[in-house]
């Protein structure tokens, strides 16, 4: 089973969520109303800390709209990412954090106990060099337990309802939500940067290991 066979529910989260990335990814505001004064703001304050990046300010917010629109159409409550340069090769990856209703399309209950939702997922074994894969297995997460993980090089929709697909590095963790069997989070991580994906495999793992539940502000 992978994500696309749960229901994405644009919720708020039942519970406060934290969530830690390296200090040279950005996190901003990816709801519409906050999306473009966000941008700005990220992409001046990195053009000032670094001056070489200038003459990429347009690419630059033109590549973080991108990723902010389809995180928040796919439902997603928060987004980290990165876009660096290296040696003219440009690096770029995503982190998303989004609730799932833990039922299938058919609207059937599914588990959230992290030992059934992988028994669920299904694995995909390469038959050439060059083919998708995927490999399935559960991770302990400090503070938070065992939860079910996939990770490989996965060709993902390019958006709901299009049928062409991007090949990407994905990592996603499925984690139980406390008291709240009938939802799910999903903290995906993914990059088309195929030649460095054991790379940022390992980047997702440490980033998802900061996951923590915390409590809900109160109005």
């Known amino acids: 089973m992978t994500a696309a066979e749960r229901e994405a529910v644009p919720v708020a ?16 505001d990816i709801r519409p109303e906050g999306r473009e004064a ?3 703001r990220i992409v001046d304050e990195r053009v000032r800390a670094v001056p070489e990046l200038a003459p990429y300010r347009n690419d630059l917010s033109t590549l973080l ?7 928040h159409d796919s439902g997603a409550l928060y987004l980290g990412c990165m876009a660096e340069n290296l040696g003219g090769v440009p690096l770029t990856a995503t982190v998303t954090v989004t609730v799932l209703s833990a039922a299938n399309a058919q609207g059937v209950a599914l588990s959230t106990d992290p030992q059934a939702v992988a028994e669920s997922l299904r694995t995909i074994t390469p038959r050439r060099d060059g083919d998708a894969w995927r490999k399935v297995t559960t991770v302990e997460i400090a503070e938070v337990g065992l939860c079910a993980r ?3 090089v996965e060709d993902v929709p390019v958006e709901q309802g299009d ?3 991007v090949r990407m590095a994905l990592t996603q963790t499925y984690v139980p939500i406390p008291g709240r069997p009938e939802e799910i989070v999903l ?17 997702f793992d440490a980033v998802t290991s900061t996951f923590r539940f915390v409590p809900a502000a109160t109005p």
């Open 13 to 28: 989260a039942p519970v406060g969520v934290s969530l830690a990335v390296p200090a040279s990814w950005w996190e901003f």
């Open 38 to 40: 966000t941008v700005r």
């Open 65 to 71: 709209r991108r990723m902010a629109r389809d995180a």
């Open 150 to 152: 996939t990770h490989g």
């Open 163 to 165: 049928p062409r697909t």
């Open 187 to 203: 903290i995906s991580g993914a990059s088309p940067v195929l030649d460095l994906a054991d790379a940022f495999h390992d980047i």
